[in-house]
């Protein structure tokens, strides 16, 4: 545990960055909302998933991998799955245990840390209803068709606070459902009915199923107590679905203080625009591996841009970010791994997850040969582990016949004195990768870490 360490996180909640102290240096607990289970994950929902596996790296180094807990959800039941469900016709649990695997099988790909737990919705359905009878039961909730519905103005002091929105303001703009059982149309939806064809549990309030705001609130007792430090997720989650659960979870546990620190990232767009299949610029975590794209690459691009500012994934950026990482993985091969990362690298991850800081210090290390730190850096930001990734490793090539190629052409040129197919060659050779070493008795081509063998077909 490394104390000394100052952790500063900016708190969607107080609207400042703020010295983080947990509540328990022995069980620093944070709360992450993950995916609703029903298709691969696209890009954006991978932000988050890199930002906080950062973060989880961090609180790990300081407070020691024994006194984190880290928790991040999988909605598997959702009127999404249903849909996909009824249009494929193959059962919902096959279709979340498929989607949940392929979402863990793409984040580890990114290099992301599996939480501590990792519970589904519907591993949590009592949990969910007792909540719900308790918030009946406290003044806070109604039963109204078959429904179960959160009392907004029971809680009207304190909604509205993380989003920074009134209760009068956001129902004058308020794009919500107007139903007829709902007192206030700010009022949201804990339990709803199920039809025999959609998934369904046994409840006072009759077959139904949860809705989205109470599973967190739920998940999260049960795992983490009334209480507890980090509650994180994109910005598109502030309202209504973190409003919705700091008002369920305070409301049920008055006790408790629910999350001390709020985290959100800032949303991706793609060559410059918001990433849309109207666009066609919208694809998924898994098209991009598929394409080649390694998975430390997609990483380095995300941590090359702060959590809170937008990110823009460019073609461009993947490249240069390719083209970088083979070079400190040549390097950081040659250095231990498990070593001790800078103190001002550490501070720099400390002072809000600056990512980019600790980028700038890897390009500084890798120029002095500070093998060492560069190493330890980038295990700290997850980009690398105990072994250098494969794709990076040169390929086992026989390059005998383009050895002898260049050769010959320089035997040719010292007679003609026309060098320009060797000039040409050395070229296609340093762009494929190759080192050219050439002496009076022959030439020598040797791999280096982005040696591409396709680049010699067309030679």
Not at 137 to 148: D, I
Not at 168 to 186: F, L, Q, S, T, W
Not at 258 to 273: D, I, P, R, S
Not at 330 to 353: F, K, N, T
């Amino acid at each position: 545990m490394t104390t000394d360490t100052v952790i500063k996180l900016h708190n969607t909640k107080t609207r400042k960055k703020e010295v983080f102290t947990p509540i328990d240096p022995e069980n620093v607990r944070m709360y992450v909302c993950g995916p609703t289970v029903y298709d691969r994950a696209h890009l954006g929902n991978a932000r988050p998933v890199v930002v906080f596996d950062v973060l989880y790296r961090l609180l790990r180094h300081v407070y020691g991998a024994d006194h984190v807990t880290y928790a991040r959800n999988f909605t598997d039941v959702d009127d999404k799955i249903n849909a996909r469900a009824a249009e494929s016709g193959r059962p919902i649990g096959e279709i979340t245990a498929e989607t949940t695997q392929w979402f863990l099988d793409d984040m580890g790909a990114l290099g992301a840390l599996e939480p501590n737990h990792m519970p589904r919705a519907t591993e949590y359905i009592p949990q969910m209803i007792a909540m719900i009878e308790d918030l009946i039961a406290k003044g806070h909730a109604y039963a109204a068709e078959g429904h179960v519905l959160f009392a907004v103005d029971s809680w009207r002091e304190g909604y509205g606070k993380l989003s920074g929105r009134s209760v009068d303001d956001m129902i004058a703009g308020a794009r919500v459902e107007v139903a007829p059982y709902k007192k206030n149309p700010m009022d949201f939806v804990l339990w709803k009915p199920s039809s025999e064809d959609l998934p369904g549990w046994d409840s006072p309030w009759g077959r139904g199923r949860p809705g989205w705001h109470i599973e967190c609130s739920a998940m999260s007792y049960e795992l983490l107590g009334d209480t507890f430090d980090i509650h994180g997720g994109g910005n598109d989650l502030m309202f209504p679905h973190h409003e919705n659960e700091i008002a369920q979870s305070c409301c049920a546990h008055p006790e408790g203080e629910f999350a001390h620190y709020w985290l959100h990232n800032e949303m991706l767009q793609v060559e410059g625009k918001k990433m849309s299949k109207s666009l066609g610029n919208f694809f998924t975590v898994h098209d991009l591996l598929e394409q080649g794209i390694p998975g430390e690459v997609i990483r380095f691009v995300f941590l090359s841009t702060h959590y809170r500012k937008p990110m823009d994934w460019t073609e461009k950026k993947a490249k240069e970010a390719e083209k970088t990482l083979r070079k400190w993985y040549a390097q950081a091969a040659e250095a231990l791994p498990g070593g001790q990362p800078e103190s001002h690298v550490v501070d720099l991850v400390a002072d809000d997850i600056n990512t980019h800081g600790v980028l700038a210090e890897c390009h500084q290390f890798s120029q002095a040969g500070d093998l060492v730190a560069l190493r330890s850096s980038m295990e700290l930001l997850g980009l690398l582990g105990e072994d250098i990734p494969d794709w990076v490793k040169a390929p086992d090539v026989d390059l005998s016949s383009h050895e002898a190629r260049l050769f010959k052409a320089r035997q040719a040129a010292m007679e003609s004195k026309d060098f320009s197919e060797v000039d040409r060659l050395k070229t296609a050779y340093t762009e494929a990768g190759l080192e050219v070493r050439m002496s009076k008795t022959g030439v020598e081509l040797v791999p280096g870490a982005g040696f591409d063998p396709a680049k010699l077909d067309n030679l």
